[in-house]
Antibody, heavy 122, light 107 residues
Framework: EVQLVESGGGLVQPGGSLKLSCAAS????????MHWVRQASGKGLEWVGR??????????THGESLKGRFTISRDDSKNTAYLQMDSLETEDTAVYYC?????????????WGRGILVTVSS | DIQMTQSPSSLSASVGDRVTITCRAS??????LNWYEQKPGKVPKLLIY???TLQSGVPSRFSGSGSGTEFTLTISSLQPEDFAAYYC?????????FGPGTKVDIK
């Protein structure tokens, strides 16, 4: 069974930083791309970014609206993906989902974590 | 970036109704189009990928069609458990943008 468990969320002040983790199990993590998607309360889904597998040189792509403030990384030895969020703004308040297609050929997201809340507020 | 739009943004329907949601891409995405269902407080669920392929376990009342820039999700006979938000997403080129969503509620 595929499991994705996010951690590291919480309350942070504007301008601050936070690093989310996504612990994965139940599939071949090292061969899979990992995505992050967020959703503000009552709003739609927003794609945050993706990191590809070693086969695809760990290539990362991020949503244009993030203005380079967010960085995705991974540690295949720990089956964990990360989302480093810097210069946080109140508009970044959302539930952040870790998600994966459980492969790295097509980008269709099949599996989702339960999500973790990040609140940016003073 | 590829922009995705959906129409309508919301609709009210009755159990048994046929429901159609349209998704449009700002440029051709071939058939790299996915549909997700999200119920309140729940995680999104993949319904259809590659525009028309039903994900395993998804009821056959759901169907998808289209290619290029225009796509549709159809629910042939709406069931009580189908009242939810539906999102399209292009997986043609990053950033893999989602549509704004269509909320389906009870008439």
């Amino acid at each position: 069974e595929v499991q994705l468990v996010e951690s590291g969320g919480g309350l942070v002040q504007p301008g601050g930083s936070l690093k989310l983790s996504c612990a994965a199990s139940g599939f071949r993590f090292s061969g899979s791309a990992m995505h992050w998607v967020r959703q503000a309360s009552g709003k739609g889904l927003e794609w945050v970014g993706r990191i590809r597998s070693k086969t695809n040189n760990y290539a990362t792509t991020h949503g244009e609206s993030l203005k380079g403030r967010f960085t995705i990384s991974r540690d295949d030895s720990k089956n964990t993906a990360y989302l480093q969020m810097d210069s946080l703004e109140t508009e970044d308040t959302a539930v952040y989902y870790c998600a994966t297609p459980a492969q790295d050929v097509v980008a269709t997201i099949e599996y989702w974590g339960r999500g973790i809340l990040v609140t940016v507020s003073s | 970036d590829i922009q995705m739009t959906q129409s309508p943004s919301s609709l009210s329907a009755s159990v048994g109704d046929r429901v159609t949601i349209t998704c449009r891409a700002s440029q051709s995405i071939s058939n790299y189009l996915n549909w997700y269902e999200q119920k309140p407080g729940k995680v999104p669920k993949l319904l259809i990928y590659a525009a028309s392929t039903l994900q395993s376990g998804v009821p056959s009342r759901f169907s998808g069609s289209g290619s290029g820039t225009e796509f549709t999700l159809t629910i042939s006979s709406l069931q009580p458990e189908d009242f939810a938000a539906y999102y399209c997403q292009q997986s043609y080129r990053p950033p893999f943008t989602f549509g704004p969503g269509t909320k389906v509620d009870i008439k």
